[in-house]
């Protein structure tokens, strides 16, 4: 078997992104944010990575670092089996063919001035993937249609669509050049939830045509359910867990998991969750809590924690977790009957309603 079949699609080794701070009127370098603190991960061919966390705790900078958008402190990337912080400006702009990204607000990242048309086109000449006009109105008629859209959209301006459809034509966009992995940061966020179904169930739908990687990056938990293989959790800069969809929904071990899950509303509408509430903001990344990050807010911390960087270990199912004390914990909390929050139940509600019947007629 050669390395690229046994070597996942992404590899993602110790990397770090210190943003300096710059203050006084010499603008020197009096601080740095630690955006990303050391992550390491991988992302194998056709599979869906969910990057999940609180704001700012660095999911678009690491998605940004696989991008090569900027480059790191420290780490390593690679992707099909190349170190890409290694290659140089002409080999990189090649690997961005097969390296794509949507963005969470369609509108800001589509050019108003160009037709959908004229947008889909351009990365096919530029990456000569097509040899003369007729071909690339063909290329692009079957682009519009692989997102749910008609051939003439192509003649229309990105204002003449709703959120939803100027969504589906970012990802025609990406998918124009056949790239092999997708980042898709909060691709449905800035989406009503029954659109956020529809968006979700088509990235679905082309990732199984094509086989296609995702790094699907989101602060919510409820929507990653739906798509992603496996999650990594993240706090402030650090991966705390990882582990596929089913087992970090059904096992959470890290306490933040626990506290993030508890938020997610649950399928049964009778029923919720003990909240286990998050005391406390999330501390500055310019000057993180030494030892476990997460110290200051965790219900578990005990002295040493504030001096012992737990490290993100492995078991043998390949969940991870970056507490040295989970197993130690008392259980998740568990389901109670009760009165659910009004805002909750008709969130939860439509959103399930809407994964319903999109499923039903996908
Ligand atoms: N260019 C930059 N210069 C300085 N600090 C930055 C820069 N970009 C991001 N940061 C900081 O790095 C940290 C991580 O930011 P990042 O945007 O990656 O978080 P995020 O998890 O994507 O948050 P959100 O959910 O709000 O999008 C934050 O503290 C942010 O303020
Ligand atoms: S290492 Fe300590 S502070 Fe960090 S999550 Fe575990 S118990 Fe909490
Ligand atoms: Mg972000």
Redesign the pocket.
């Known amino acids: 078997m050669s390395d690229l079949e046994t070597e996942p699609l992404l590899d993602v080794r110790g990397l770090v992104k210190h943003?300096p701070v710059k203050s006084g009127a010499f603008g020197r370098v009096s601080a740095h944010?630690r955006?990303v603190d050391g992550v390491d991960f991988h992302v194998k061919q056709g599979e869906t990575l969910a990057i999940v966390?609180e704001?700012?705790?660095?999911?678009?900078?690491v998605g940004r670092l696989v991008l090569r958008l900027i480059e790191p402190t420290r780490g390593q990337v690679r992707f099909e089996g190349d170190d890409l912080l290694a290659l140089d400006s002409d080999q990189m702009r090649a690997r961005r063919r097969r390296l794509q990204v949507i963005f969470q607000d369609p509108y800001a990242s589509l050019n108003p001035r160009m037709t959908v048309g004229a947008m889909l086109g351009e990365p096919l000449w530029l990456h000569r993937l097509v040899g003369n006009e007729q071909q690339r109105s063909a290329r692009v008629s079957e682009l519009l249609e692989l997102v749910g859209l008609r051939p003439d959209h192509a003649r229309r301006y990105p204002h003449e669509f709703s959120g939803g459809q100027r969504q589906r034509i970012a990802i025609a966009r990406a998918l124009a050049v056949e790239p092999r992995l997708i980042v898709a940061d909060?691709p449905v966020s800035a989406l009503d939830v029954s659109i956020q179904a529809q968006v979700i169930n088509l990235m679905k739908q082309l990732q199984q045509r094509f086989g296609l990687a995702y790094i699907f990056?989101s602060?919510d938990l409820a929507v990653v359910k739906h798509i992603a293989d496996r999650i990594a959790v993240m706090y402030l800069g650090r991966i705390v867990e990882t582990a596929t969809t089913e087992e970090l929904f059904r096992h959470p071990r890290h306490p933040y998991t626990r506290a993030l899950l508890s938020a997610v509303p649950l399928p049964d509408p009778t029923a919720i969750r003990e909240r286990a509430l998050l005391e406390g903001d999330i501390p500055s990344?310019i000057n993180p809590p030494a030892g476990c990050h997460f110290h200051t807010r965790c219900p578990f911390a005990r002295a040493s924690c504030r001096s012992d960087v737990p490290q993100l270990i492995a078991d043998g199912t390949g969940h991870a977790t970056a507490c040295p004390w989970w197993p130690e914990l008392p259980a998740p909390p568990a389901l109670v009957e009760g009165v659910r929050n009004e805002q909750d139940r008709i969130r939860l509600d439509r959103l399930q309603a809407a994964f319903v019947s999109q499923t039903e007629a996908s």
């Open positions: 943003f944010v955006a966390g704001s700012g705790c660095g999911k678009s900078t909060e990056i602060h990344a």
